[in-house]
Structure formats: C-alpha cells, structure tokens
C-alpha cells in the first residue's frame, strides 16, 4: 500500500519547518502530497528510512515518479488541450526522470548536445526536440541536423553555421528563431528577455534575419520566445503570453512559410520560500485559452503552440535527503551537521541566483509527527559558512542518526551544484 498521495494519509505540512518566529507553515501544498507512514515521510511510497537502506548511503536525491505524473496530469487539465507541453531536461536531466517524463508530455527542450543525446535515448521523436542555448558549438549543431530536430536560433551567425552544416550533410535543417523580445516580464526569478540579451535574436533585427534565412536551404517552423524564470503571478504570464504572440503575428509576414510553431516559453515558477504563494495555473491556463481561441487561431493557423516547463513539472516532486551525523551547540545555537552540503543542494544554501538567502522547506524525515520544539541551523560538511542548509529553523528534537529533507529539490539540484567543490562523492539519485 503507496503512502503516497492525497490517500497516503495526513497532510505533512505541520512538521515542516518555519523560520522560527515566522508564520505557520502550510502554504506548501504539495509538500502533503508525499506522505507519511508511522511518523516517517514516504517517497513513492517507500518509508525515508527504508529507501535510505534501499539506497545504501546518504546523502541522496529522490523523485516520485507518481508525483510527477500527477504534476503532467495538473498542467494537462489546467492549459488548453491544443497547447503541448515541452519539458526542459536542464533542470532535471537524469536519464530515468527524462525516460519516464518522454511517456508523459510532448516535446523535449534541450540545451547541450549530451541532453541532446539523453533525449534521443527515450521514445520521443526528434521533431518533437528542439535545442535552445547560446553558443551551440558546430558539433553540436551536426549532432542537431543529423537527428532532425529543431534548432532555435540565438543569432545570426548561428544560422549561417546552421545552413553550412545542412549542405555540407545535405539534410534540410529545422529552425525556429528564439526572438528577445522588445519588452520585459516583471517579478521573474530571471529574466531571460527584454532589453539586451545573450538570449535570441533582438525582434528587431528578427525581419532581416528571416530574409537571409530565405536564401539558405533551412526550413523556418517558426519562433520561440522565452521571457524569464520562476514567475508564481498568473496575470504577468498571461501578459507576457499576450506580448509573446502579438509580437509574433508582426513579424510572421516576413517568415518564408506559414508559421507552423510556437513555443510561448514558460517560466511558471514553485513556491520556495515561506510567503510564496502557489502559482495560479488554473488563471494561466484560462488566458491561455482565450488567446489562442482570440489571437492564435485565426492569425497563425496550424501552429503547434508549445509551452516549455522545466522546474514547475519536477521541482516539487524531488527531495535532497542527509542524515545528521553531529550536533553542535555553540554560544547559545544548535547546529545540526549533515553529511550533504552546498555541493549538493547549491540552491538551497541561497548561492544559486537568490539575492536574499531564505530557507528552502526542510523537514526532519524520520520524525514528522513530532513537534518542532526547537531552533536549529543545518548546515553541510563543507569548510565554508556558505554551507547552510537551513538557517534557525523550528524543527522537533534531533538526534546523530534522523534524516533531514530538503523539499523543491527535483529541479536545479544535483546537477546545477557544484559537486566538484572539497571533493566529497557526489550524492546518486533515485527515482520511486
Ligand atoms: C531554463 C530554460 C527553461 C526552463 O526554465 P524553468 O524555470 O525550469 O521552467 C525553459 N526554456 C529555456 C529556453 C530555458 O533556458
């Protein structure tokens, strides 16, 4: 019997921890949809403990293969159903995540050649990648023509080395410009587009480019617009979705062929922090819907419209897992040691991008029924103050032995940290 899910019993959220003094946790809705068994938080169902035995060592990351269904499940009721949903294997590429996630949505986005190769390893078909990224080397753009997936554009250069590369292999290649468009999308994460960019092709010189594109033998299928990253308000999305495609029927004219793909990027973001509020996908997938029945039915008929996730399909359903090996009282604070750290789990140490360091939500796996009772900094093994995993948190009584978890740990975790940094072994994934 799976502890997952709604059925798995109690909603876990009481036993994660708060900033100590800060208001009641809960706002972590998903958090509950892990579970629990006897006190004890479940991955896919398995007891924390056990799945830490299963393993063999901590510390380690985990995903829920239901949780990520159900995740797919969520877009898919709340987005129109004409819109596809493109996962982008940067923020998770482990290949068991990837080969479960190619059943599930519809298009891979890529942005290296090895996760180029790591999705053509699934069931997805090439016509169904694309490659985004500035800098794509010349290899790369090959490995690209020769699988036949689509190339976005990021520059002008780039398409002169792409039309080469389809000659010289005498296969058409398939293109998309990634436009910068000439406006910003506000309280973003990142932003990705708007002003200058390492990002895409300025809409401005877009026009010029598509002529040019014209003499070569590259197939144009369209455009891919991607305004920023970690975005939790509906209306700037739909704003930005708004822009995305008026800027797009302005410069569809100059394409050599109807336009025939769309990508919106995405940007959706997951709350990470105690007063983030969870996006309102349901208001993201309405707008969705009156823009393309309003705007892109009618002025792009037949394109593919695309949207492109990475975190918000994976970062909810991962944990970072580290068992406290010491704990430390020094000048009135409890440190509770751990054998993981920032070269795990960067993010969570606030070094990955954050301007203000914030805890991530951690919990005490082995004990979630208890109550938090005392205030505690987790920190890692490294010999650095920056390896802070949790910073005066409330969390129940820990002992040498009970294993910490680190939730919103599925996307930008392992791979996105530097795992090189003392020369600890790197942490083994697993998906349940
Ligand atoms: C990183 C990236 C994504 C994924 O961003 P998330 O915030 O994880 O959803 C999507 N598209 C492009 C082009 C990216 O570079």
């Known amino acids: ?20 003094g800060g208001e009641a946790a809960g706002r972590h809705s998903t958090i509950a949809s892990f579970g629990t068994s006897h006190g004890v938080l479940c991955v896919g169902g398995v007891p924390l403990g056990l799945l830490a035995e299963r393993v063999g060592e901590t510390p380690f990351f985990a995903y ?28 998770n590429p482990m290949p068991a995540v990837i080969h479960h996630l190619s059943g599930l949505v519809d298009a891979f986005d890529v942005a290296s050649g090895l996760e180029l190769r790591a999705a053509l390893d699934t069931t997805m078909p090439p016509a169904q990648v694309s490659f985004a990224g500035p800098g794509k080397s010349l290899a790369e753009l090959r490995q690209a023509v020769a699988a036949g997936v689509t190339v976005e554009l990021e520059s002008p250069a780039e398409a002169r080395r792409l039309a080469a590369i389809g000659e010289e292999l005498a296969i058409r290649p398939r293109a998309a410009i990634r436009v910068n468009p000439d406006f910003a999308i506000k309280g973003s994460g990142m932003r990705m587009g708007g002003g200058p960019q390492q990002f895409g092709v300025d809409a401005e010189d877009v026009p010029q480019l598509l002529k040019s594109l014209a003499e070569t033998d590259v197939e144009v299928l369209g455009f891919h617009v991607f305004a920023g990253s970690q975005n939790l308000h509906a209306d700037v999305l739909a704003q930005a979705q708004r822009e995305t495609v008026d800027l797009v029927l302005r410069l569809a004219p100059a394409a050599p062929a109807p336009i025939r793909y769309l990508n919106l990027g995405g940007g959706f ?13 349901e208001a993201v997938g309405a707008a969705l819907g009156g823009l393309i029945a309003e705007r892109i039915e009618p002025g792009l008929p037949g394109a593919r419209v695309v949207i492109e996730l990475g975190r918000y399909i994976v970062g909810e359903c991962g944990v970072y897992v580290t068992r406290i090996v010491d704990r430390k009282h020094s000048r009135g604070r409890v440190f509770l040691v751990t054998d993981g750290g920032l070269h795990h789990q960067l993010a969570a140490s606030g070094n990955f991008g954050q301007v203000v360091r914030r805890n991530y939500p951690v919990a005490l796996g082995t004990k979630m029924d208890a109550e938090s009772t005392e205030t505690v900094s987790v920190v890692g093994k490294l010999c650095t103050p920056l390896d802070l995993l949790a910073d005066r948190v409330q969390l129940p009584p820990a002992e040498v032995g009970d294993l910490v978890v680190i939730f919103q740990a599925g996307a930008y975790g392992r791979s996105a940290s530097p795992e090189a940094f003392l020369s600890h072994p790197p942490a083994p994934e697993v998906l349940v």
């Open 64 to 91: 829920d293969r239901q949780l990520l269904a159900a995740r797919v499940a969520r877009l898919r009721s709340a987005l129109p159903a004409s819109v596809e949903l493109s996962y982008a294997i940067k923020a």
């Open 269 to 281: 973001g997951i709350p990470y922090y105690e007063k983030d509020a969870p996006l309102d996908l």
């Open 1 to 20: 019997m799976t502890a997952t899910g709604e059925a798995g019993g109690r909603p876990v959220t009481s036993a994660v921890a708060t900033k100590s």
